[in-house]
């Protein structure tokens, strides 16, 4: 680097102020703007029975998340958690949020679909369908939990789609043999 040319393009010797702030201070109390709920939405795409989230999703769960930022202050949610939160308020931190609907994408707040829980409850539910954490795959179809919410994601990019959905939910890819 040559001593008079500023570091990737910032003039360093300019007063602060006139340099343009890239730090964010993560906030876990900062309240999402009508802006930020907009923005939200933007990245659900609804089915009859769940709303999927497109926005980005997070390994190895397959879990959405929903990062949100005003004033130089961010905060990263889980998206199911904003949803449930866009409906009841802000949950205390023993409250889980509980996807009956089982679809680990899925932003829909109702008694089938999105409900407040605890820990303790949805470790409960999880052993009775037999999906404890810690199985890495799902509906049998050899993909792990993040790959099949990257498929669903992908489905749905440009909408609602039932046959792209189908294929995507049951679809195990190019990398599972033929058995018979």
Not at 2 to 25: H, I, W, Y
Request: aromatic share 8%; glycine share 8%; net charge neutral.
């Amino acid at each position: 680097m040559v001593d008079d040319e500023p570091l990737f393009g910032f003039d360093l010797d300019a007063p602060a102020s006139a340099r343009p702030s890239r730090v964010r201070v993560v906030d876990n109390t900062l309240q999402p703007s009508a802006e930020n709920v907009a923005s939200f939405w933007s990245k659900v795409v609804k089915s009859p029975t769940c709303w999927y989230w497109v926005g980005a999703i997070s390994a190895p769960d397959g879990y959405g998340r929903f990062n949100f930022q005003r004033d130089n202050r961010q905060r990263t949610m889980l998206a199911h958690r904003f949803s449930v939160e866009l409906v009841h308020g802000p949950l205390g931190d023993g409250v889980v949020c509980e996807h009956k609907c089982n679809e680990p994408l899925c932003v829909r707040v109702g008694h089938a679909h999105l409900v407040k829980s605890t820990h303790s409850e949805n470790v409960r539910y999880a052993i009775a369908l037999g999906r404890l954490s810690g199985h890495t795959f799902l509906d049998g179809q050899g993909r792990s939990r993040y790959q099949r919410s990257l498929d669903i994601r992908d489905a749905l990019r440009d909408g609602y789609d039932e046959v792209a959905l189908l294929r995507a939910k049951t679809d195990p890819g190019p990398d599972q043999g033929i058995l018979f």
